[in-house]
């Protein structure tokens, strides 16, 4: 695997609460995502950043919240969780090259 | 809009025989088009990819064929093994930043 951590990587919340999920990576490359991915939708882009302080956003990116204070950590905040936000939630990778790397990915259950 | 879609939602193969899993997509403007493979409980993970200047890229027991024509993409595997049985998603470079699209998935098992 890709020098990908997430964390936590399972989490049960309740409506109403934030959540802050956390990306960390090694391999020091300059692009990193957040997906969610949910039956019959695949994998949708919430927000991407391209360095340090640098985000956009993605697809589905309502509701979701994003920092990038150092290259490393990519971290995602659901600032008043919903249980439409129920899903596994994947970070990702990009360095010299168009492909993507994963992490393991948190499965998120908002109550 | 833009999407990514897979032909097939299932598929399911015998030990030993090749799969195809087509993808089509209907960006013409996309110019670079990926592979993954899903495992349960895991991230996708990297199989191959082309660029739209290419119709054809092998790997090790994997090709990924591209008619820009029909604007269809394949990934045929050989010698299918039960390690294979996995979701695999197609997906297509989409804006910025290196954005990928993704398709629904196609869930491969592999029969003994």
């Known amino acids: 695997d890709a020098g990908i951590t997430q964390s936590p990587r399972h989490k049960v919340t309740e409506t109403g609460t934030p959540v802050t999920l956390r990306c960390h990576q090694t391999e020091n490359h300059r692009y990193m995502y957040w997906y969610r991915q949910d039956p019959g939708h695949g994998l949708r882009l919430i927000h991407y950043s391209y360095g340090v302080k640098d985000t956009d956003k993605g697809e589905v990116s309502d509701g979701y919240s994003v920092s990038r204070s150092k290259t490393e950590d990519f971290l995602l905040t659901l600032e008043s969780a919903t249980s439409s936000q129920t899903s596994v939630y994947f970070c990702?990778?990009?360095?010299?090259?168009?492909?993507?790397?994963f992490g393991p990915g948190t499965r998120l259950t908002v109550l | 809009g833009e999407s990514v879609g897979l032909h097939l939602p299932t598929l399911s193969v015998q030990e030993g025989d090749n799969s195809i899993i087509n993808c089509a997509y209907s960006n013409s403007a996309s110019d670079y088009f990926i592979w993954y493979k899903q495992e349960s409980g895991k991230g996708p993970q990297f199989i191959i990819d082309i660029r739209s200047n290419m119709d054809k890229r092998q790997g090790q027991r994997v090709t990924v064929l591209l008619n820009k024509t029909v604007k269809h993409l394949s990934l045929q595997i050989a010698a299918t093994q039960p390690g294979d049985s996995a979701v695999y998603f197609c997906?297509?470079?989409?804006?910025?930043?290196?954005?990928?699209?993704f398709g629904s998935g196609t869930q491969l098992t592999v029969l003994p």
């Open positions: 990702a990778i990009s360095g010299g090259g168009n492909e993507q790397f």
């Open positions: 997906a297509e470079k989409s804006g910025s930043a290196r954005q990928l699209t």
